[in-house]
């Protein structure tokens, strides 16, 4: 089983019968690419998944840019995607893992454990002369079970509660420009939730744009927010919920478990003027 990261030549080697692959590409500036890369050309074998339709749900407004879809609603899809309680789960993208590691997440979120992210995404998997091609795949559809949560999160109310009593430390994941309120293009609101410290999730990749090894991401994440720190009194932000889950995707692999996210972000967050920000 794998549960974080798993190779290009690792993914290779599993029996076909016995792993869904789903394809997350996207990107936030032109919403119809991840269709149009993967009618192009994806892994043989693989799904498409659409951050918008399938990994995010309703907006409303105030609930931010990637609403949490409803869970419900979401196992319906990953079953028609042909997966089941026991099988193993390979998602990936072409932008570092930001939305393949959402639907990691969301897996996890729905109390799926054999689930992981291909480490180096499609390039990893071209590199390596591996088989792609252009057609529409189709899998039996299979029941998802909704289980127990193997991933936890945290709303609004109890961020706002945490600045004035802190009980857990906020991880944002945007960039450090984003994050002092430079250059914010994304949201209507620059600046960051009062008490946040700021991990870039790019910084857990190396110069490949592969994840960093276990012992340098544990090495990294202990210098920045201490050695005695507790995995589960972290919880992570960012924009809209997405890149958030890279850094979870990070510390799980690096043997940091137990951290949580909080889904809403910064969309959410300054989309209530009541809400202190910080600069």
């Not at 690792?10 to 792993?19: G, N, T």
């Not at 949201?187 to 110069?207: K, S």
């Not at 890149?243 to 959410?268: D, F, I, K, Q, V």
Request: overall charge negative; glycine content about 10%; charged content about 20%.
């Amino acid at each position: 089983m794998y549960t974080t990261l798993i190779s290009a030549s690792q993914l290779a080697d599993l029996p076909a019968e016995d792993v869904v692959i789903l394809d997350c590409r996207f990107q936030l500036a032109n919403p119809d690419y991840g269709l149009a890369a993967y009618q192009a050309g994806h892994i043989h074998g693989a799904i498409y998944m659409n951050l918008d339709y399938h990994l995010s749900g309703v907006k409303t407004g105030d609930n931010g840019r990637h609403p949490l879809p409803d869970g419900q609603r979401l196992a319906v899809d990953l079953g028609a995607a042909g997966i089941s309680a026991e099988t193993q789960v390979v998602c990936y993208d072409d932008a570092g893992g930001m939305y393949a590691a959402r639907a990691w997440w969301l897996l996890r979120w729905l109390g799926h454990e054999a689930v992981a992210v291909l480490d180096g995404g499609f390039q990893a998997w071209q590199a390596a002369g591996l088989s792609i091609d252009s057609d529409k795949e189709r899998r039996m559809p299979r029941r998802f079970p909704v289980r127990t949560p193997l991933a936890e999160t945290v709303d609004a109310q109890q961020v706002l509660a945490n600045i004035e009593t802190p009980d857990f430390t906020v991880v944002d994941a945007r960039s450090p420009e984003r994050f002092r309120g430079e250059g914010e293009t994304l949201d209507p609101v620059a600046g960051h939730i009062p008490g946040a410290a700021n991990r870039f999730y790019m910084n857990n990749l190396d110069q490949q744009g592969r994840f960093k090894t276990a012992e340098q991401l544990k090495t990294e994440w202990t210098d920045a927010l201490g050695a005695a720190f507790d995995p589960a009194a972290i919880v992570h932000q960012c924009g809209s919920g997405v890149t958030a889950c890279h850094n979870l995707l990070a510390m799980e692999h690096a043997g940091l478990a137990g951290s949580r996210l909080y889904p809403g972000s910064w969309s959410e967050w300054c989309s209530d003027p009541t809400r202190p920000v910080a600069r």
